[in-house]
């Protein structure tokens, strides 16, 4: 795992689109970059090939906090089944905490994200258009960051 650079780019959008099967998430990332919303961006490398990549960006939050949103994360389908998104996701956790991140929000799978201690019962307090769902969770990383009702927003490349 390293973090990003702008020569990773267009690998970046390979992955993205081959992980996903569409343009939509490499489209998100690109956007996302585009109006200053990455906070943290990963990727695998493995001999000098881009097989996996991970997006953290900044949430809108009121009142304000510091919050990051996780998407996407995508591996390579050749690559999957070996822990990298995994991988990716702990790290990537571990680059916002050093950010001062207080919460990660991640609109995913149910049986997948808890693993890395998201829920979205952690999530309950959140105003959001996607409150409510299961695939809507949040983990804290400050004590109390989740404890005050709060409306989030992901970044206007994820509309």
Known sequence: MRPATAADH????RVEI???GRDDEAGMVEAARAEGAALAELVDDQDGEIVGHILFS???VAPARFFA??????????AQGRGIGAALCRAGIEAVRALGVEAVVVLGH???????????????????PYAGSPAFMA???APGALAAPLKVDYPAAFG
């Open 10 to 13: 267009a690998a970046i959008r």
């Open 18 to 20: 081959a992980a996903f």
């Open 58 to 60: 900044r949430m809108s």
């Open 69 to 78: 949103g996780l998407a996407p994360v995508a591996v390579a389908p050749e």
């Open 110 to 128: 149910p049986d997948y994200y808890p693993r890395f201690g998201f829920s979205a019962e952690a999530a309950r307090r959140l105003a959001s």
């Open 139 to 141: 983990l804290e990383l």
